[in-house]
């Protein structure tokens, strides 16, 4: 928090906000199951840093608590009154435009609402203007309570890229902090389904019970009541196992079955995979390799590398590396994993990946797994057309990814079969597709040798 300027005449408050991503996914995990297992922020390069996102958001809401609370226990009747107001977004993320901006933040009590495009590049100015708004709102007759409680609402809104998993709680949060102006906005829908990350369930509930408040707020009834009362009648939704969890029971079933005792994780991004793989003493020696250095500076925290014991240290090993090389040390392992990675590869640079792992590396078993683009049409929060992360190079249906796998197992000597991972569905299929490729030995002396090895 910066005072820029703090005399009698007028106040600035600069909320400067760092993202720690590190810490961030550290706390995402310390929460459970409540991390989404694609936050934005395992992402390698985002606007995250540099816009006034949906993280804003959460540290408005904690540099800013008792005020947004219309709480001052120094002057309370300041906190009570409306006092004249601007407040000014820089960067903001908008996906709908200044004109979504304007809608959203127009009926809410400002005398300016100005939103101004920001082009994609200043010194380009042909390019066009990009999705970002500078901000500036006007008004005399806001208290500063309700101009926090828009910014906390609206905010994730316009970014419409939640970086945490909407919880059941989600709802109570939302309204209250919509108390007393989202029951009777013009874009409840719009604002509701959105900050609830389009979990229609969620979104449903949320708009019953706005409509209520609205409806009481106009007949003058207690608010408070009526809420309270639908609280108690609506049954929260039971939260589904993420799928990130079924695709490594998948990939660990697949590999005890295969035999596999020392396995590369390759791409193993943050590291949940080698934690699953430490905790089961079959597997003698795990080894994740990522190209992201980050990924695994994240991987050694969350596995407490510089606090395990000798035993357990001498199992596991990061190294970073790029898959799009031949790399010497892949060489002489039972079984390679590649979960969530062939398809963050431009497809040019897929052939290069399959040399340097069933080429050159060679492992026994090499499990992979690609999202399932045919069961995109039934994530309630996709976009139509949109893939399920922002740096996936492509998705693909069941047929292509066969038609790879059979290739890449016929051109290295594999066997390959496959199964769905998460709810199969009868039209589209399940999220997840999985291949187990073994390799057969094409050639008659390895697999001798390969036998006698094993025995
Ligand atoms: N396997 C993890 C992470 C998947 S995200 C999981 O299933 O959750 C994809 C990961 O692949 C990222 O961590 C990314 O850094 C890594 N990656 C992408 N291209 C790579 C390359 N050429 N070489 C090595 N790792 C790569």
């Known amino acids: 928090m910066f005072y820029p300027e703090a005399g009698m005449e007028r106040c600035t408050a600069a909320l400067l906000l760092e993202v720690d991503a590190v810490a961030l996914v550290r706390r995402g995990k310390g929460k459970g199951r409540g991390g989404a297992p694609d936050a934005a922020l395992a992402q390698y390069v985002n606007d995250r840093p540099y816009a006034a996102s949906s993280l804003l958001a959460v540290a408005l809401a904690q540099v ?13 009747e300041r906190a ?5 107001l601007r407040i000014e977004v820089p960067v903001l993320p908008a996906r709908g435009g200044a004109a979504l901006v304007r809608e959203l933040f127009g009926p809410l009590g400002w005398t300016t609402v ?9 010194e380009f100015p042909e390019w066009g203007d990009s999705r970002y708004v500078r901000l500036v709102l006007e008004g005399e007759g806001l208290r500063l309570a309700d101009a926090l409680n828009q910014l906390y609402v609206l905010l994730p809104v316009l970014d419409d890229a939640k970086h945490y998993w909407v919880a059941p709680d989600e709802v109570d949060k939302l309204l209250r902090a919509g108390e007393g102006w989202l029951a009777a906005h013009p874009r409840r829908e719009l604002i509701t389904t959105r900050y609830l990350s389009r979990r229609r369930s969620l979104a449903r509930e949320a ?3 706005l409509e209520l408040v609205r409806l009481a707020e106009a007949d003058g009834l207690d608010v408070e009541d009526v809420d309270n009362a639908v609280d108690e009648a609506s049954d929260t939704e039971e939260r589904p196992v993420p799928l990130a969890e079924h695709r490594r029971a998948a990939i660990l079933a697949a590999l ?14 943050q590291g949940q995979l080698v934690q699953e793989l430490l905790k ?10 990522d190209v992201s250095v980050r990924a695994l500076t994240v991987a050694a925290r969350r596995l407490r590398l510089d606090r395990m014991g000798e035993r357990q240290a001498a199992r596991v090993k990061l190294v970073q590396g790029s898959l799009a090389y031949t790399d010497k040390r892949l060489g002489g392992y039972d079984a390679a994993v590649l979960s969530e990675v062939i398809e963050h590869l431009d497809l040019p640079r897929l052939p290069a990946l399959e040399y340097a792992v069933f080429g050159a590396a060679r492992p026994r078993t090499v499990v992979v797994t690609t999202p399932n683009v045919e069961y995109n049409v039934r994530w309630e929060s996709l976009p139509a057309g949109h893939v399920r992360h922002g740096d996936h190079r492509f998705e693909w249906t069941r047929a292509e990814f066969r038609a790879w796998a059979a290739a890449v197992a016929e051109r290295y000597g594999y066997g390959v079969e496959f199964a769905p991972v998460g709810a199969d569905d009868p039209e589209v299929g399940a999220p997840t597709q999985m291949g187990v490729f073994t390799w057969t030995g094409a050639e008659a002396g390895n697999d001798e040798k390969e036998k006698e090895g094993r025995a």
């Open 114 to 122: 100005d939103a101004e495009p920001l082009p994609l590049d200043a």
């Open 256 to 269: 005890r079955a295969a035999g596999a005792a020392r396995v590369l994780d390759l791409g193993c991004g």
């Open 280 to 289: 089961d003493v079959r597997f003698t020696e795990i080894v994740g390799v």
């Open 207 to 209: 708009s019953e019970r």
């Open 80 to 84: 009570a009154a409306p006092m004249p």
């Open 64 to 76: 800013f608590k008792t005020a947004l609370h219309g709480v001052c226990r120094a002057l309370p």
